[in-house]
């Protein structure tokens, strides 16, 4: 992919700023070290033309991940902490789960990201899919398999950890939702990214399993170099 113009004109100074990607995640864990260990990893010949920011919600929100509330959460940040963000050249990106969310909260949050100019990146069921694809190509898993990742047929009482989360911890040494070492996905991102492209649906969430999160990441330096 060419790599695009990363920056922008503040024309009452007559200098260039950095094109921002504002990303508001459902959880408070995986995600936030995720996105901020990619901000830390960039390389430093990037720092004039992209800054990612990574919002973070106040305690008495932190408990509240619905899509509405993280839609919510990033217009509240955006206003009080980044006023002068511009959709038309930066970015804004929801980033949820699909997991017990229905159908129509989705669309109504789509629906008001479209006329806000954000980017809807939903992933089913969680964001550890996009964690996952690093390691295994769900595109030829079988059906069976599949199934176990979505964890159809598992008693929540009884197994009260997702089963990719257990995958994950299984296959990535040291690895909890909480705690993770971002150098054992980061060398990978490349080959993640064309495993979630096998399985997208563009535009869309998946009903099956699946992640739009690479449509961000491959705009992120270096990955948007490749």
């Not at 920056?7 to 009452?12: E, F, G, Y």
């Not at 408990?63 to 006023?83: D, F």
């Not at 993770?180 to 495993?195: C, G, M, P, V, W």
């Amino acid at each position: 992919m060419a790599r695009e113009k990363r920056q922008k004109r503040d024309d009452r100074f007559g200098i260039y700023s950095p094109k921002r990607f504002i990303i508001a995640s459902e959880g408070e864990e995986t995600e936030i070290k995720y996105f901020t260990a990619l901000k830390e990893k960039m390389p430093k010949r990037f720092f004039n033309n992209v800054n990612l920011i990574v919002c973070t919600r106040d305690i008495e929100n932190k408990n509240n991940s619905s899509p509405e509330h993280v839609l919510a959460c990033a217009e509240e940040y955006i206003n009080k902490i980044l006023p002068r963000v511009n959709v038309d050249t930066d970015e804004v990106y929801i980033v949820v789960d699909k997991d017990r969310w229905p159908n129509e909260m989705l669309a109504s949050v789509r629906r008001l990201c479209n006329q806000k100019k954000f980017n809807l990146l939903v992933s089913n069921p969680c964001f550890e899919v996009w964690l996952l694809l690093h390691y295994i190509d769900l595109a030829t898993c079988s059906e069976d398999e599949v199934n176990d990742y979505l964890g159809i047929n598992r008693h929540p009482r009884k197994n009260k950890v997702h089963p990719i989360k257990k995958a994950l911890s299984r296959i990535v040494d040291g690895y909890t939702c909480s705690s993770f070492d971002i150098e054992k996905f980061y060398n990978l991102t490349n080959l993640a990214i064309s495993n979630a492209e096998k399985i997208e649906i563009p535009h869309d969430w998946p009903n099956s399993i699946g992640t739009r999160v690479h449509v961000l990441v491959k705009k992120i330096p270096p990955f948007s170099e490749n």
